[in-house]
C-alpha cells in the first residue's frame, strides 16, 4: 500500500521508490533519445523520468495512458503525453529517434502485458532496455487476479523473442 502514497513534485507516482533510484541509473548510463512510458496514471513518474532528461540535457518522455496526467506534468517541455491508450500510440511518433527506451507500467494483466510489449518491443533500440514492471505482482500471491500477471507475459515473450535477454543487474 505504501506505493501507492509515493509522490514526486506533489504528483502521485504509483511506484516503488527503489525503481526511482534505478531508473535515474540507467538514464544515466543510456542517455535514451526517448522513453515511452506505457500507463502515465497521474503522471508523477513521466514527470520524474523527464526531470532525469533534464540533467542529461537531452530526450524526451512520450507517456501513455486512457487519460491525460496532470497539468504539471502536460507542461513539461520534455514530456508528449498521449490518451488513447498503448493500442492507439502510432509508433511512427518516434520516427526521429535512434536510442528508445521502453516502460510498461500499465493493467499488469498478462493478456495486456504481452500485448503491450510485443507491440513496443521493435521500437526498443539495440542495447536499450524493455522494462515490464510489477513482476512482484505474481510473489504477491495476485497471480490469478491479473490472469498471470507481467511475470507470465515475460516469460511467454522471451520465450520467442530470443533477442531479449533479461539483464540482472536492475531487477535482482
Given at each position: 500500500q505504501?506505493?501507492?502514497?509515493?509522490?514526486?513534485?506533489?504528483i502521485p507516482a504509483l511506484k516503488c521508490p527503489f525503481d526511482y533510484v534505478i531508473y535515474q541509473m540507467i538514464i544515466m548510463?543510456?542517455?535514451?533519445d526517448v522513453i515511452i512510458e506505457i500507463g502515465t496514471n497521474r503522471?508523477?513518474?513521466a514527470l520524474y523520468l523527464a526531470d532525469l532528461m533534464n540533467i542529461i540535457n537531452h530526450g524526451v518522455v512520450h507517456t501513455i495512458d486512457i487519460k491525460y496526467p496532470s497539468e504539471i506534468v502536460l507542461e513539461h517541455p520534455r514530456i508528449r503525453a498521449f490518451n488513447d491508450a498503448w493500442q492507439g500510440y502510432d509508433i511512427s511518433e518516434i520516427k526521429?529517434?535512434?536510442?528508445?527506451?521502453?516502460?510498461?507500467d500499465a493493467s499488469h494483466i498478462y493478456e495486456d502485458t504481452l500485448a503491450a510489449i510485443i507491440k513496443f518491443a521493435p521500437l526498443v533500440s539495440k542495447d536499450s532496455y524493455l522494462i515490464v514492471e510489477d513482476g512482484i505482482i505474481s510473489e504477491l500471491g495476485f497471480s490469478e487476479e491479473y490472469h498471470g500477471g507481467p511475470?507470465?507475459?515475460i516469460n511467454e515473450f522471451l520465450?520467442?523473442?530470443?533477442?531479449?535477454?533479461?539483464?540482472?543487474q536492475w531487477c535482482n
Open positions: 505504501g506505493h501507492h502514497k509515493i509522490t514526486y513534485r506533489g548510463e543510456l542517455q535514451p503522471g508523477g513518474s526521429n529517434f535512434s536510442k528508445i527506451m521502453v516502460i510498461d511475470l507470465k507475459a520465450e520467442i523473442h530470443k533477442d531479449f535477454i533479461i539483464d540482472n
